[in-house]
Each structure stands twice: as structure tokens, then as C-alpha cells.
């Protein structure tokens, strides 16, 4: 059975004949607020930013092993140059500018584009990594950081054996 659609006058989604979507509305107005404060991400293109440049804000995975904390950033179009990555009082900072231009010319058509956009991104970092020891590199737009754990951080798993409860049950 085909449901009939219409727009709601409300929040201007179009949601299933008769029905209000008040998650939906309330989502549209948060996801609207949080991009005048914050700014879009890599790519996107603001529409109500005309004159101003987007903030550039990369994604950022981290993840942990019995050696290392390993963080992922990817920076697509940028150099090593481009990225600074900063190590103080237990904070690590990552942080760059994105600058790109094309200049194109063809008969009667000349056409110049640019864009700049910097980001910064701080983590706080547990005493237990060893800071000397700190690794970053660069390869195809995605920068890669290892924090190794001191030797003394890095505990072996341990099995954790579980019995039963004596009151024979619940």
C-alpha cells in the first residue's frame, strides 16, 4: 500500500500523510545550530557561509594495543609541511592549514580558485606513554601518530576465572 506524502508546514520534512515528526524537527534545528558554531568538514560547502572560509575539521580514529596508542587523521590534499604535530604537558596537538589553488585558462575562459582552512585538534594523553618515543608520518593524505606505552604500562592480559554463586541461583 502506497502511503501519501506531504510536507509538513512545521519543520519541512516530508514525512508520511498526517504525521509530525518532533525528533525530526528537533534534529534539524540542533544539526542547524551546531554548524553556525562549529563549521562544516572537509569538502562540504556552508550555505549560509558565503563569505567566510569553512572550517576544516578532519577525521580522527584512535585506537589502542597492549604496546601503543595509535592515532589516524585524515588530510586529504595536504603535505607534511602543512601539519604540525605538538607534544606539551601531557597534551598532543595536532594541528595544520589546508590551502589549495587551481588556475585554469582556456580561449576566452580564465578561472582562479582557492581555499584555506586551518584546524586544530588536542588530546590528553595518559602518563603511562612513553613520550620520547613518539611517531608520526604522512602518506597518502591520512597521518598516522604511535604512542608506545612504557615497557612498565604494557600488562599482559589476565583470565579472570568466574565461579558460581553459593545461594544456588538468582
Known sequence: MAQE????????????????????????EIDRIFDTFVGRRFGDTPSFFQNREPAVMPSIDVSETEKAIEIEAE??????????CTMRDGVLTIQGEKKSSR??????????????????????????????????????????????KRPDAQQPEKKIKIG??????Q
Open 75 to 84: 588530510l586529504p590534499g595536504m603535505k607534511e609541511e602543512d601539519v604540525d
Open 103 to 148: 588556475d585554469e585558462t582556456k580561449e576566452n575562459v580564465h578561472l582562479t580558485e582557492r581555499s584555506y582552512g586551518r584546524f586544530q585538534r588536542a588530546f590528553r594523553v595518559p602518563e603511562t606513554i612513553d613520550q620520547d618515543k613518539i611517531e608520526a608520518k604522512m602518506e597518502n593524505g591520512v597521518l598516522r601518530i604511535t604512542l608506545p
Open 164 to 169: 558460581k554463586s553459593e545461594g544456588g541461583g
Open 5 to 28: 506524502l506531504q510536507k509538513n508546514e512545521r519543520n519541512d520534512r516530508v514525512t508520511p500523510a498526517g504525521s509530525y515528526d518532533p525528533f525530526g524537527a528537533m534534529r534539524s
